[in-house]
């Protein structure tokens, strides 16, 4: 499956926004879908995760509340509405999906977008 995200940009401290991530190629809902993020001298780290149909949903402690993963499998799109944005919040985001379930880790997800930057400034 091809991903690609896109959505990020430069925002203030306490603003919003919306990434997508349009998949191709194969059964977008066969796939868990997954949100991470890099961050310059960092490690990729697990931000959000959706299960196939939608309904159950999980995210690290650092967005907990302030992002929401959401998906449209008629549209093969998975989105994260990130609020309340902070300057730690800055780095490269991207999309993956994977097979299983409650994926976490960088090693379970099959499939990686192309990452899109997002910069909070304060």
């Known amino acids: 499956v091809q991903l690609q995200a896109s959505g990020g940009g430069l925002v203030q401290a306490g603003g919003s926004l919306r990434l997508s991530c349009a998949a191709s190629?194969?059964?977008?809902?066969?796939?868990?879908m997954g949100w991470f993020r890099q961050a310059p001298g960092k490690e990729r780290e697990f931000v959000a995760g959706?299960?196939?149909?939608?309904?159950?949903?999980y995210y690290s402690d650092s967005v907990k509340g302030r992002f929401t993963v959401s998906r449209d499998n008629a549209k093969s799109t998975v989105y994260l509405q990130m609020n309340s944005l902070k300057p730690e919040d800055t780095a490269v985001y991207y999309c993956?999906?994977?097979?299983?379930?409650?994926?976490?880790?960088?090693?379970?997800?099959?499939?990686w977008g192309q990452g899109t930057q997002v910069t909070v400034s304060s």
């Open positions: 959706i299960n196939r149909g939608g309904i159950s949903t």
């Open positions: 993956a999906a994977g097979r299983g379930a409650g994926l976490r880790t960088v090693t379970e997800y099959d499939y």
């Open positions: 190629g194969r059964t977008f809902s066969a796939y868990v």
